[in-house]
């Protein structure tokens, strides 16, 4: 597990390794410094750390220390990044950075006397539309599935969007794939779900009226008639909170697909779609969350690599692992000296 914890004075990131916590690395020590996401790289072997307008990179190397880069990637000052996302090691280094309004791919080359970093171009919304999430696809994504690279971010007006890079060695032409809008509600996260099958990506929602905010999970699906992403249905409610994080869980040749929701609570969701093309619900009594150890807000998800073991933040500023016996149970917790992750 990756853990990013906030205290008075300090920022630091720890690692969880077998039953212990490997010492910590520290980022700042100024109060105003803030990590707003942190992203390992697919072989775990990089690690983007991103606060106010500044991504810092740190590398593992031979001795299995981290070692910061001398190379970072900055934004206009005026603007906070928000989130990051590493493209698949077939596409380069290649990584995502967002703000509010602005995606922007920068790519990493190496050089004899060290590598750099440079921006390779800038997505942009309007300044009234607010970017909650955005994510690279896995090395192949509708489109026949074709290996290509695509990304999709959602919106806080309701829109999802789907880009291709016409020419991944350049990383510069972007196109639309697919735009999708349901002005009704705020879309707040998103993830993709890509096999040999089907290519699927899942949205969480919010909704907030006078009584109550709730959230939905909402399914798209890229259908190879139509040549075009279309919407599926909704697959999962939240009446008493918003959808705060999604997570697909890896499938190594299970017949169904493992969804995580973060919201008031922790939900895990199992499904498969039917030769009808609905959605059929399965193993539902074996996804139920023990009650007695879901009492907090959730708030990050993240699967292990053969999706057994599903990792989650939450309120009570604890890390628990969750594995599945009948029921899912958290069978650890991890904290750091108290302070809030």
């Known amino acids: 597990a990756v853990v990013s914890t906030q205290s008075t004075g300090f920022n630091c990131i720890v690692f969880k390794k077998g039953s212990m916590l490997d010492p910590n690395i520290i980022l700042d020590k100024s109060p105003g410094f803030c990590i707003k996401d942190v992203a390992l790289n697919w072989h775990g072997t990089k690690m983007a750390v991103c606060s106010n307008n500044v991504v810092d990179v740190w590398t593992r190397n031979y001795e299995k ?89 959602c919106t806080d007006s309701g829109q999802l969007k789907v880009l291709r890079c016409k020419d991944s060695h350049l990383l510069k032409d972007w196109e639309t794939v697919s735009e999708l809008s349901y002005h009704k509600d705020a879309f707040t996260c998103l993830a993709w779900n890509v096999n040999s099958n089907t290519s699927m990506i899942a949205v969480g929602t919010m909704e907030s009226s006078a009584k109550e905010t709730r959230g939905e999970v909402r399914l798209f699906e890229f259908n190879e008639a139509k040549n075009e992403w279309v919407f599926k249905e909704v697959i999962a409610k939240t009446f008493n909170g918003i959808v705060h994080d999604i997570a697909f869980a890896p499938n190594p040749g299970r017949s169904f697909h493992t969804l995580a929701i973060a919201s008031a609570d922790l939900q895990i969701i199992e499904f498969k779609i039917a030769e009808n093309g609905k959605v059929k619900f399965v193993r539902q009594d074996q996804n139920k969350v023990v009650a007695e150890q879901n009492k907090v807000e959730v708030w990050k998800l993240s699967w292990s690599t053969l999706g057994t073991t599903l990792c989650a933040t939450g309120d009570d500023g604890l890390v628990k692992l969750w594995k599945n016996s009948n029921k899912w149970e958290c069978t650890e917790t991890i904290k750091w000296n108290g302070v809030p992750v």
């Open 65 to 153: 220390q981290w070692v910061k880069e001398d190379s970072v990637i900055e934004s206009d000052k005026s603007e906070i990044i928000q989130h990051l996302s590493w493209a698949h090691p077939e596409f380069g280094q290649v990584l995502c950075v967002s703000t509010l309004n602005t995606i922007a791919i920068w790519e990493y080359r190496s050089a004899e006397n060290g590598g750099q970093w440079s921006s390779k171009g800038t997505i942009s919304e309007p300044r009234h539309l607010v970017i909650n999430d955005v994510k690279f696809s896995p090395s192949y994504s509708g489109m026949g599935r074709s290996r290509a690279l695509d990304l999709a971010y």
